[in-house]
C-alpha cells in the first residue's frame, strides 16, 4: 500500500542524515523501504499528470521544509538544517503535520493558507476547508473535492434528464453528438437525428461532418431501475440488420442489465451501449446542460528559472 504523506515525513528527513542527497534517488529507496510494487510506484494521480507515491514524497518535503527542518542547496537536492538535524537526534517515533505544530515556520505557513481561505469566503467564494491532519495530500484533497462535486453534478443532471420530455431528450442527444463532432451543425444533426424513428431507431446521425459514414441511434429515457436487457438490445441490431448499418449507439437513462451488456458483446456488429452514468459524464465533459462556474489553475515552482 503507498504511504500517505505524513508517514513519509520521517523517513524522508532521515534519508538526508548523510548529507545532501537527490530527490528522485530518496523516492526510489523509499520505494524499496516500502516494499512498493511495480504497480504502485507507477501508480499516477486521476489527472495523469503525476505519480502518487513521487507527489507524496515532494509534499513530506515541502512541509518539512516549510517547518524548517529541510533545505534546498540546489535544483532537485536537500539537506538537514541544524533544527532538522536536532530533531533527528530526538530519535522521533513518527513526524506528522501535529508534530510539526512546535515549529514556528509550519506555525506560520499554515496561518498564512488559513488566512488566505477566510480572505476568500469574505468575499463570496467558498473554498473546501484546509485540513493538516488528513492523510490526503492538498492535491489529493483538492481533487477528491473536485471529484464530489462533479458525482453531486451528475446526479442532478440525470434526474432533469429523467423528468424531461421525450422531444427534450432528443436535442439533448443532438447536442451532445454534435459537441462531440458528430453530425456536422446543429440543424443537419437534428434533422438526422429526427428523421428515421421506425423499425427499432430513433434516428441516424453522420459520423463525421462530411457524411461519409452513419451511425444508427437508439434513446430510452427510463426511470431507475427499469434497465434494458437483451430484447431490447437484439430489436436494435436487427432494426440496424435491416438498414445494412454497420454501427449503433444505444442511450438510456436507466443501466443495462447483464445480459443485456453480454447480447451486445456477442453480436457481430458495433453496438456502444451508453447508460446514465455514462450519459451524465459525457455531458459534463462536454458541457451539455451546465457549464464552467470557476477555473482554478495549479502551478508549481519552474526550477530552470532559478538556476
Same mark, same amino acid.
Given at each position: 500500500?503507498? +504511504? #500517505?504523506?505524513?508517514?513519509?515525513?520521517? +523517513? @524522508?528527513?532521515? $534519508?538526508?542524515s548523510q548529507g545532501e542527497i537527490k530527490t528522485t534517488d530518496v523516492i526510489d529507496r523509499l520505494a524499496l523501504e516500502f516494499n512498493l510494487t511495480e504497480e504502485e510506484k507507477n501508480a499516477f494521480l486521476p489527472s495523469g499528470g503525476k505519480k502518487i507515491f513521487y507527489d507524496r514524497v515532494h509534499w513530506a518535503k515541502s512541509y518539512l521544509k516549510q517547518s524548517g527542518l529541510l533545505h534546498y542547496p540546489s535544483r532537485g537536492y536537500f539537506e538537514l538544517t541544524d533544527a532538522g538535524r536536532a530533531e533527528l537526534a530526538k530519535k522521533p517515533k513518527r513526524i506528522d503535520n501535529q508534530y510539526l505544530e512546535k515549529f514556528e515556520g509550519y506555525r506560520s505557513f499554515k496561518a498564512r493558507l488559513n488566512s488566505k481561505k477566510d480572505t476568500e469566503n469574505e468575499i463570496g467564494s467558498s473554498p473546501p476547508p484546509i485540513t493538516f491532519n488528513s492523510d490526503l495530500t492538498p492535491d489529493e484533497a483538492l481533487r477528491s473535492a473536485h471529484r464530489t462535486i462533479n458525482d453531486a453534478l451528475a446526479s442532478d443532471l440525470l434526474?432533469?434528464?429523467?423528468?424531461?420530455? +421525450?422531444?427534450?431528450?432528443?436535442?439533448?442527444?443532438?447536442?451532445?453528438?454534435? &459537441?462531440?463532432?458528430?453530425?456536422? $451543425?446543429?440543424?443537419?444533426?437534428?434533422?438526422?437525428?429526427? !428523421?428515421?424513428? #421506425? #423499425?427499432? @431507431? #430513433?434516428?441516424v446521425i453522420d459520423q463525421d461532418p462530411l457524411g461519409v459514414d452513419?451511425?444508427?441511434?437508439? *434513446? !430510452?429515457?427510463? &426511470?431507475?431501475? =427499469? =434497465? @434494458?436487457?437483451? +430484447? /431490447?438490445?437484439?430489436?436494435?441490431?436487427? *432494426?440496424? $440488420?435491416?438498414?445494412? /448499418?454497420?454501427?449503433?449507439?444505444?442511450?438510456? %437513462? $436507466? !443501466?443495462?442489465?447483464?445480459?443485456?451488456?453480454? %447480447?451486445? !458483446?456477442?453480436l457481430g456488429?458495433?453496438?456502444?451501449l451508453i447508460d446514465g452514468q455514462q450519459l451524465t459524464k459525457l455531458m459534463i465533459r462536454y458541457n451539455i446542460g451546465c457549464r464552467d462556474e470557476e477555473i482554478l489553475h495549479l502551478k508549481k515552482v519552474d526550477e530552470e528559472f532559478f538556476e
Open positions: 500500500m503507498i +504511504p #500517505d504523506y505524513q508517514t513519509l515525513m520521517l +523517513p @524522508v528527513l532521515k $534519508s538526508a434526474q432533469r434528464v429523467r423528468e424531461a420530455s +421525450p422531444q427534450f431528450f432528443e436535442e439533448l442527444i443532438i447536442s451532445l453528438l454534435v &459537441a462531440m463532432g458528430y453530425g456536422g $451543425s446543429s440543424e443537419e444533426a437534428g434533422q438526422a437525428l429526427g !428523421k428515421s424513428g #421506425d #423499425d427499432g @431507431v #430513433d434516428g452513419q451511425i444508427y441511434v437508439q *434513446a !430510452k429515457r427510463y &426511470a431507475e431501475g =427499469n =434497465n @434494458v436487457g437483451s +430484447p /431490447a438490445i437484439r430489436d436494435f441490431f436487427g *432494426a440496424l $440488420s435491416l438498414k445494412k /448499418a454497420q454501427k449503433g449507439i444505444f442511450f438510456t %437513462t $436507466s !443501466k443495462f442489465s447483464t445480459s443485456g451488456i453480454q %447480447t451486445a !458483446k456477442e456488429m458495433r453496438i456502444v
